[in-house]
């Protein structure tokens, strides 16, 4: 059987892209590598990658350059959920970051394993999540 290496990227599909980078960029703290009208990639630490894609701007084909290749069309809607990985002494840094820039903390969650998470919503109500380690059997 052939193995997995992790999970490479994560995908969000916004209703507005100049809001959403706003908020990944100011509040999260993450840096575009690459991006355009119709999608904005991060680095979301640890070789992982987070997409954001304006929804419905994903449906066609899009065929790139050079004969590299193609991307098949994909799309979504609704609220979804992801976690980021955080330190635990981080924390209470995050919180306090999250809080200072208005958004609410919605739960929080202390795990038979040790780790704790905190939720929030992004401006398109997606439930983020910043989880310590202890939260899985893997981390």
């Given at each position: 059987?052939?193995?997995?290496?992790?999970?490479?990227e994560t995908a969000l599909y916004?209703?507005?892209?100049?809001?959403?980078?706003t908020f990944f960029e100011e509040?999260?703290?993450?840096?575009?590598?690459?991006?355009?009208?119709?999608?904005?990639?991060?680095?979301?630490?640890?070789?992982?990658?987070?997409?954001?894609?304006?929804?419905?701007?994903?449906?066609?084909?899009?065929?790139?350059?050079?004969?590299?290749?193609?991307?098949?069309?994909?799309?979504?809607?609704?609220?979804?959920?992801?976690?980021?990985?955080i330190g635990a002494e981080a924390?209470?840094?995050?919180?306090?970051?999250?809080?200072?820039?208005?958004?609410?903390?919605?739960?929080?969650?202390?795990?038979?394993?040790?780790?704790?998470?905190?939720?929030?919503?992004?401006?398109?109500?997606?439930?983020?999540?910043?989880?310590?380690?202890?939260?899985?059997?893997?981390?």
């Amino acid at each position: 059987m052939p193995r997995l290496d992790g999970v490479l990227e994560t995908a969000l599909y916004v209703t507005d892209m100049v809001r959403a980078r706003t908020f990944f960029e100011e509040v999260m703290g993450l840096s575009a590598f690459t991006a355009d009208q119709r999608f904005t990639a991060y680095d979301a630490g640890g070789g992982t990658v987070l997409l954001l894609f304006l929804e419905g701007a994903t449906r066609d084909t899009v065929v790139l350059p050079d004969e590299m290749g193609t991307i098949p069309p994909h799309d979504g809607t609704g609220r979804t959920h992801m976690a980021f990985a955080i330190g635990a002494e981080a924390l209470e840094d995050w919180e306090r970051r999250l809080t200072s820039h208005g958004i609410e903390i919605e739960g929080r969650t202390h795990w038979p394993r040790g780790g704790e998470s905190l939720y929030f919503r992004d401006p398109d109500g997606h439930l983020l999540e910043l989880a310590t380690p202890g939260v899985w059997p893997t981390y």
